[in-house]
């Protein structure tokens, strides 16, 4: 079975940062483009960042320059680098794996995580 399984999500400061991490199991990861999009209270979930599986990256315009995708093939996890942090940061952040064209969309996802939470205050 498909797992993706997201961790370092916690309250931090505002300035601060994070490094999230997915680990995933169940698919041949290098075959596979993977995602992050998070979720805040009330709204939509929207697109944060992307990477394929030949290492080509996208980002949100909200976060670019902040955020960092990497994948680590040999240990089948991406990862979401999150500097400068801003309260309108906080949210539930997802990863997910799937047959990525563009990136930006949920649909390109076939597999998704629990997600874990991200805090920043004031």
């Known amino acids: 079975q498909v797992q993706l399984v997201e961790s370092g999500g916690g309250l931090v400061q505002a300035g601060g940062s994070l490094r999230l991490s997915c680990a995933a199991s169940?698919?041949?990861?290098?075959?596979?483009?993977m995602g992050w999009f998070r979720q805040a209270p009330g709204k939509e979930r929207e697109f944060v960042a992307a990477?394929?599986?030949?290492?080509?990256?996208f980002y949100a315009d909200s976060v670019r320059g902040r955020f960092t995708i990497a994948r680590d093939n040999a240990k089948s996890t991406v990862y979401l680098q999150l500097n400068s942090l801003k309260p309108e940061d906080t949210a539930v952040y997802y990863c997910?794996?799937?047959?990525?064209?563009?990136?930006?969309?949920?649909?390109?996802?076939?597999?998704w995580g629990q997600g874990t939470q991200v805090t920043v205050s004031s």
């Open positions: 169940g698919l041949t990861f290098s075959s596979y483009g």
């Open positions: 990477i394929r599986w030949s290492g080509i990256t």
């Open positions: 997910a794996a799937g047959t990525v064209i563009i990136g930006r969309t949920t649909n390109e996802y076939a597999y």
